[in-house]
C-alpha cells in the first residue's frame, strides 16, 4: 500500500525557536496533503490544507503566521512551527490522498521546553 | 457543516465478548465514513470504510460498520474482543472526494483477560 513517512518521529526545541516537520509520499505523488494536530488523549484536529504549488488553505482559528506550510514539490509537505510556544507541544501528523482513501502519516510529537 | 459524534470516551469489555463503538455524523453531503485505529505511539490504521456501496461494511481484524442514514450512524462492531484490539478508535466524515477528514474524540477499548 501507500506509504507516507514523516520526520523527525519526534523533536524537541526550545521556546522562540522554530522547526520544521516534514512529510513525504513515499510511492505516489499528492498534490495535496493535510496536517493534522492530536493534543494528548484528544481527537486530531485539521489544521490545514497543503496545496503544490500554490498557498495552503488553513482551518478557521489556525494561526498562518504561526504555521507556515509549504508543498514545493509532488511528494513533500513541510510544516514550520514558528517561535514555539510549551502550548505549540502536540502531536502533528500528515495524510495524502490516493483514490478513495488517505493514508497517514507516522506522527511527529514536538516538545517545547 | 460536517461532524462526528463519539458517543463513548471508553469501552470496556471482556476478552471474547462483543464490541460496540458508537458513532453518529452530521454532514450536509453525502458522506464517506470511516473508522481509524491508533494504537500507543503509532500511526493511524485504517479499519473500514463505506463510501456509499453497501451499507454493511466490512474491514480488517472481525470489525464491521453498518451506515444507517436514517439514524445517522456508523457503529463499530466485532463480535469477539481480542486482548489486541485494546487501542484508540476514531470515526471520521470526509466530504469532497475523500479529501478532508473530520475526526471524532475518540473512544478508547480497554479488554480485559
Known amino acids: 500500500g501507500a506509504v507516507v513517512s514523516?520526520?523527525?518521529?519526534?523533536?524537541?526545541?526550545?521556546?522562540?525557536?522554530?522547526?520544521?516537520?516534514?512529510?513525504?509520499?513515499?510511492?505516489?505523488?499528492?498534490?495535496?496533503?493535510?496536517?493534522?494536530r492530536q493534543f494528548p488523549k484528544q481527537s486530531l484536529m485539521l489544521m490545514a490544507t497543503s496545496n503544490e504549488g500554490s498557498k495552503a488553505t488553513y482551518e478557521q482559528g489556525v494561526e498562518k503566521d504561526k504555521f507556515l506550510i509549504n508543498h514545493a514539490s509532488l511528494t513533500l509537505s513541510t510544516l514550520t512551527v514558528t517561535s514555539a510556544h510549551p502550548e505549540d507541544s502536540s502531536f502533528y501528523i500528515c495524510s495524502a490522498p490516493l483514490v478513495n482513501e488517505q493514508y497517514f502519516g507516522p506522527g511527529t510529537r514536538l516538545t517545547v521546553t | 457543516a460536517q461532524s462526528v459524534t463519539q458517543l463513548d470516551s471508553?469501552?470496556?469489555?471482556?476478552?471474547?465478548?462483543?464490541?460496540?463503538?458508537?458513532?453518529?455524523?452530521?454532514s450536509s453531503y453525502s458522506p464517506s465514513l470511516f473508522w481509524y485505529v491508533q494504537h500507543p505511539n503509532k500511526g493511524l490504521q485504517l479499519l473500514l470504510k463505506y463510501t456509499s456501496a453497501a451499507t454493511l461494511v466490512k474491514g480488517i481484524n472481525g470489525f464491521e460498520a453498518e451506515f444507517k442514514k436514517s439514524e445517522t450512524s456508523f457503529h463499530l462492531t466485532k463480535p469477539s474482543a481480542h486482548m489486541s484490539d485494546a487501542a484508540e478508535y476514531f470515526c471520521v466524515v470526509s466530504i469532497y472526494n475523500f479529501n478532508k477528514f473530520y475526526f471524532g474524540s475518540g473512544t478508547k477499548l480497554n479488554v480485559k483477560p
Open chain 1, 6 to 36: 514523516q520526520h523527525p518521529s519526534w523533536v524537541i526545541c526550545k521556546s522562540g525557536t522554530s522547526v520544521k516537520i516534514e512529510c513525504r509520499s513515499l510511492d505516489f505523488q499528492a498534490t495535496t496533503m493535510f496536517w493534522y
Open chain 2, 10 to 26: 471508553h469501552v470496556s469489555v471482556s476478552e471474547g465478548t462483543p464490541v460496540l463503538l458508537r458513532c453518529n455524523y452530521s
